[in-house]
Every structure is written in C-alpha cells, then in structure tokens.
T-cell receptor, first 111, second 114 residues
C-alpha cells in the first residue's frame, strides 16, 4: 500500500463546475498537507498549505484536512479552462522536510 | 514564478554516462531538495541539502549525489546513467528559518537516457 493514494483521473468537468480532488494516506504522523498544481512539462506550483486538521480558503480554492479519516480534499469553485492541469497532493511530518506526493489527478475543465 | 531556476531545461544522455543538473534557489532560501518525477507519477524525494551538507535522503542509490554551495545553489550528479533515470528532475527550496514546511519548485530539467 502506498503512503499516499490519489486517483489519477482524468477528471473532466464543464466550465463553472465545482471540482473535488482527494487524497488518502496511511501515515498518521503526517501533519503538513500541501496541494500543488502542475501544468504539462512544468514544475509544481504551490496552491495551498495546511497544518494539521481543518479548512483553509484562498480565493476559489478550499483545502480540507480530516486527520481522523486520513483524508484530504481540494475544492475548486467556478472552475475555468485555465485550471486544467495535474493536481498533486503532498504531505510531510515534523522533523523532516521530505514530502511524500500522490501520483496526481489530471483535471480537464471544458469550455 | 517562484524564483527557483534550473539548468539545463532538457538534455539527452546515453546509458552509462554521467550528468550534472543545476539549481539556483529562491532568494533567502537556504535549504534545497531534489526530486525525481517519472512520467505519470508524483515527485519522489532524492535528498535535501542544508548548510552545504546532505541531511536527508530517499531511496536512491549512491550514484545519485549532490552538492550545495555557499550561495545556496545546488547540483545533482548522477553517475552510470540507466534508462530508468529518464525523468523530470525538480529542485525545491525553502527557508530553514520559516516555521512552515512550504517548498517552492523550479521548472525542472527533463533528462532522457537512451
């Protein structure tokens, strides 16, 4: 079993839809949770960073962490074609700066 | 743009050769990590450098080695290249003084081994 599981997609939605992206994990030591967006042949871009459980909102993006279920989510409201990319979740724990990444979910927002 | 730069953008090498990839970290960032991202996969942690020393390593063989320089720039060296080394190599920088674990990635170097 991988430490971090993420559905690879692809996930296709119409423009304006609410998108839900998810990751599950098995390591209860994870405390830091990140979402990155990666366009084709580019480096990952940090979207959201969350420490421990709870919600965090930034513009059209909301990140949720449920440590009791070992489950994290990223919601994108009013999705745009420019949101079409691969979304990577990443996790880390205290005392290390090593990130464990999911495989990424490919998202396509159709105009 | 994160301010993390990498060179070259892409290169092609032959199996058995050696390669050096370079990374310039974001201003004020003194910690650099390297990741390997195979096609269709998430990045895999190779190692991290802080104060010019390796202070964390993933499951990569010793033929993957690195350096960090006093200006915090870094190199990744790979010896005896294998076909499976073909991937996007990413460096990420952060400030050790930050209380957060946020890391910022460069655009990557795409390595093809034939």
């Amino acid at each position: 079993q991988k430490e971090v599981e993420q559905d690879p997609g692809p996930l296709s939605v119409p423009e304006g839809a609410i998108v839900s992206l998810n990751c599950t994990y098995s390591n209860s030591a994870f405390q830091y949770f990140m979402w990155y967006r990666q366009y084709s042949r580019k480096g990952p871009e940090l979207l959201m960073y969350t420490y421990s459980s709870g919600n965090k909102e930034d513009g059209r993006f909301t990140a949720q962490v449920d440590k009791s279920s070992k489950y994290i989510s990223l919601f994108i409201r009013d999705s745009q074609p420019s949101d079409s990319a691969t979304y990577l979740c990443a996790m880390s724990w205290a005392g290390t700066y090593k990130y464990i990444f999911g495989t990424g979910t490919r998202l396509k927002v159709l105009a | 743009e994160t301010g993390v730069t990498q060179s070259p953008t892409h290169l092609i090498k032959t199996r058995g050769q050696q390669v050096t990839l370079r990374c310039s970290s974001q201003s004020g960032h003194n910690t650099v990590s390297w990741y390997q991202q195979a096609l269709g996969q998430g990045p895999q942690f190779i190692f991290q450098y802080y104060r010019e020393e390796e202070n964390g390593r993933g499951n990569f063989p010793p033929r993957f080695s690195g350096l960090q320089f006093p200006n915090y720039s870094s190199e990744l060296n790979v010896n005896a290249l294998e076909l499976d080394d073909s991937a996007l190599y990413l460096c990420a920088s952060r400030s050790h003084r930050d209380k957060t674990y946020e890391q910022y990635f460069g655009p990557g170097t795409r390595l093809t081994v034939t």
